[in-house]
T-cell receptor
Framework: EAGVAQSPRYKIIEKRQSVAFWCNPI?????LYWYQQILGQGPKLLIQ????????DSQLPKDRFSAERLKGVDSTLKIQPAKLEDSAVYLC???????????????????FGPGTRLTVT | RKEVEQDPGPFNVPEGATVAFNCTYS??????FFWYRQDCRKEPKLLMS???SGNEDGRFTAQLNRASQYISLLIRDSKLSDSATYLC???????????FGAGTRLAVHP
């Protein structure tokens, strides 16, 4: 089974420029997540999609970050304009849905892609 | 207060040693708990889930204390290949949302 694919793997941009990241989840995984991992910290959830709908974007800096998953498969995350503090690894993850469980009845393994390492200079 | 707190380490141990990591979480309504492993410059991967009764997977044992809001991971007979960062992860409720701690770094030396 192919894993979560992400591109590009590395990106260096200057502050105030824009950048986009792409993610293709594991086939059949309806839930897709974007995380930001700053050096020395754990991953922080930016946005969670269920199919093509947003489940949670409470920690997404919406003035500069946007994400979409138009057909419920691939997703893109965009930053415009970038700031120095956006330097981080951006991880995409996906997971299954088990319709027999509801919210709060347990979480499912999330499978992570290799990430995109962003450096803003 | 952070939602999930871990000692960042590093824990430097010789091969064959037993090492334990602890983690505390702030949300008493948290539903499920996990340990993920992250190798240097790699993505996190699920190591094991943590059940209320405690659970073991080979050399790894996880414990949960809901009353104290405390999770632990014990690694016995450490191997060089165990060197990694161990992330304590909590599902606070809500649909499959995970909150990650900052991780505890383990370095196993010969």
């Amino acid at each position: 089974e192919a894993g979560v694919a992400q591109s590009p793997r590395y990106k260096i941009i200057e502050k105030r420029q824009s950048v986009a990241f792409w993610c293709n989840p594991i086939s059949g995984h309806a839930t897709l997540y974007w995380y930001q991992q700053i050096l020395g910290q754990g991953p922080k959830l930016l946005i969670q999609f269920q199919n093509n709908g947003v489940v949670d974007d409470s920690q997404l800096p919406k003035d500069r970050f946007s994400a979409e998953r138009l057909k419920g498969v691939d997703s893109t995350l965009k930053i415009q304009p970038a700031k120095l503090e956006d330097s981080a690894v951006y991880l995409c993850a996906s997971s299954r849905i088990n319709w027999q469980r509801g919210p709060g009845q347990g979480a499912y393994e999330q499978y992570f892609g290799p990430g995109t390492r962003l450096t803003v200079t | 207060r952070k939602e999930v707190e871990q000692d960042p380490g590093p824990f430097n141990v010789p091969e064959g040693a037993t090492v334990a990591f602890n983690c505390t979480y702030s949300n008493s309504a948290s539903q499920s708990f996990f340990w993920y492993r992250q190798d240097c410059r790699k993505e996190p991967k699920l190591l094991m889930s943590v059940y209320s009764s405690g659970n073991e997977d080979g050399r790894f044992t996880a414990q949960l204390n809901r009353a104290s809001q405390y999770i632990s991971l014990l690694i016995r007979d450490s191997k060089l290949s165990d060197s990694a960062t161990y992330l304590c992860v909590v599902n606070p409720g809500g649909y499959n949302k995970l909150i990650f701690g900052a991780g505890t770094r383990l370095a196993v030396h010969p």
